[in-house]
């Protein structure tokens, strides 16, 4: 089991930055690839940027590429999201997640999840 703890979050304003982190626990971190979702007021929870199990392989929603990079360390058991040029369409609670397989961009198939961390973006 992989237990997920967010930080990073807060209030920027637009064309700001922000680092999300993703702490997990457990010595089998590198075995899950990581995903980074996102949850706007009165919206569903979407799929922003996934990452494989070594780092090697990512993928990114189209509203975020060129913006926002994802990387971990798994010597660190953390995972981190490097968001750039934010906008205020960005704001929402940012979710990381595990899944068992490779790397994933549905939300279903994502076994554990965080409890969130507010990005607010401010125009």
């Known amino acids: 089991q992989v237990q997920l703890v967010e930080s990073g979050g807060g209030l920027v304003q637009a064309g700001g930055s922000l680092r999300l982190s993703c702490a997990a626990s457990g010595r089998t971190f590198s075995r899950y690839g990581m995903g980074w979702f996102r949850q706007a007021p009165g919206k569903e929870r979407d799929f922003v940027a996934a990452?494989?199990?070594?780092?090697?392989?990512?993928s990114y929603a189209d509203s975020v590429k060129g913006r926002f990079s994802i990387s971990r360390d798994n010597d660190k058991n953390t995972l981190y999201l490097q968001m750039n040029s934010l906008k205020p369409e960005d704001t929402a609670v940012y979710y990381c997640?595990?899944?068992?397989?490779?790397?994933?961009?549905?939300?279903?198939?994502?076994?554990?999840w965080g409890q969130g961390t507010q990005v607010t973006v401010s125009s």
């Open positions: 997640a595990a899944t068992r397989s490779l790397i994933e961009t549905l939300l279903r198939a994502y076994d554990y």
């Open positions: 990452i494989s199990w070594s780092g090697g392989r990512t």
